[in-house]
Nanobody
Framework: QVQLLESGGGLVQAGGSLRLSCAASGRTFSSYAMGWFRQAPGKEREFVAG????????YYADSVKGRFTISRDNAKNTVYLQMNSLKPEDTAVYYC???????????????WGQGTQVTVSS
């Protein structure tokens, strides 16, 4: 069992930056691929970024490539999402997720956090 807790969301102006953190409980954090997803009102949950067990491979949605960076610190059981050059269309609830064999598809992830709100004003 893995419990995930996101933090770092908030209100920011367009062009600004935020860093989201996701702290995981348990001693098996390094056994899970990690991902960030987001869901805007009235829209389906969508993949944002993913990272493999070691942190050596990362994946991004085209909409955030070049602006967002995912990273992990296995010693701290934490995954991060650095978000730069934020746009109003990035406004959503952001969720982190953990899965043993997960990439870009939400159904591949086994554990989910409660989410953190990110609001980007124009």
């Amino acid at each position: 069992q893995v419990q995930l807790l996101e933090s770092g969301g908030g209100l920011v102006q367009a062009g600004g930056s935020l860093r989201l953190s996701c702290a995981a409980s348990g001693r098996t954090f390094s056994s899970y691929a990690m991902g960030w997803f987001r869901q805007a009102p009235g829209k389906e949950r969508e993949f944002v970024a993913g990272i493999n067990l070691s942190g050596g491979t990362t994946y991004y949605a085209d909409s955030v490539k070049g602006r967002f960076t995912i990273s992990r610190d296995n010693a701290k059981n934490t995954v991060y999402l650095q978000m730069n050059s934020l746009k109003p269309e990035d406004t959503a609830v952001y969720y982190c997720a953990a899965g043993t064999n997960a990439l870009r598809v939400a159904a591949e992830y086994d554990y989910w956090g409660q989410g953190t709100q990110v609001t980007v004003s124009s």
